[in-house]
């Protein structure tokens, strides 16, 4: 089993295969002069299409729900901490929120401080809050001290 903490399996990379095989049977279907031929490359490809989607929504719905529990077994069993944030920066949004990179120093009760960094969506609304230096309350995984939770209250999501 992963610990919490590494990065999921790139799911972008099971497109590379069956992409090159759809546009092969595209391709192959298209430079036939038979019609029938043209319309059964056609239907495989976009058989081979759906199917492809298919899994990987499977897939991503399955890796979501894994980073889901994670994040509610930090929160409900692991220990609440405080962080200062070293840097943040944009990595993407979402309906105007954004989701933000937060380098992390963590200082646990019992133990050194160390660093670590976290992906989350946060409100604009609480922007002013998570600049570099403030302090804000975060949740660390029982099992893995690098899987940090950060409040919800802090990003604005409460």
């Given at each position: 089993?992963?610990?919490?903490?590494?990065?999921?399996?790139?799911?972008?990379?099971?497109?590379?295969?069956?992409?090159?095989?759809?546009?092969?049977?595209?391709?192959?279907?298209?430079?036939?002069?038979?019609?029938?031929a043209?319309?059964?490359?056609?239907?495989?490809?976009?058989?081979i299409?759906?199917?492809?989607?298919?899994?990987?929504?499977?897939l991503?719905?399955?890796?979501?729900?894994?980073?889901?529990?994670?994040?509610r077994?930090?929160?409900?069993?692991?220990?609440?901490?405080?962080?200062?944030?070293?840097?943040?920066?944009?990595?993407?949004?979402?309906?105007?929120?954004l989701?933000?990179?937060?380098?992390?120093?963590?200082?646990?009760?019992?133990?050194?401080?160390?660093?670590?960094?976290?992906t989350?969506?946060?409100?604009q609304?609480?922007?002013?809050?998570?600049?570099?230096?403030?302090?804000?309350?975060?949740?660390?995984?029982?099992?893995?001290?690098?899987?940090?939770?950060?409040?919800?209250?802090?990003?604005?999501?409460?």
């Open positions: 089993m992963r610990a919490p903490s590494q990065p999921p399996f790139p799911l972008g990379v099971l497109f590379v295969l069956p992409t090159i095989l759809f546009w092969f049977l595209v391709i192959k279907g298209a430079t036939s002069g038979d019609e029938g043209a319309g059964r490359y056609a239907a495989y490809a976009f058989g299409a759906g199917l492809t989607l298919a899994v990987f929504a499977f991503k719905v399955r890796q979501v729900r894994a980073r889901n529990a994670d994040q077994r930090a929160v409900r069993d692991g220990v609440r901490t405080t962080a200062r944030i070293v840097s943040t920066r944009v990595k993407g949004h979402l309906n105007q929120d989701y933000v990179v937060f380098d992390l120093e963590v200082s646990p009760e019992s133990g050194a401080r160390y660093r670590t960094s976290v989350e969506l946060v409100s609304l609480a922007i002013p809050r998570i600049q570099p230096d403030a302090v804000i309350d975060v949740h660390v995984h029982p099992d893995d001290d690098r899987f940090v939770v950060i409040d919800r209250a802090a990003l604005g999501r409460s």
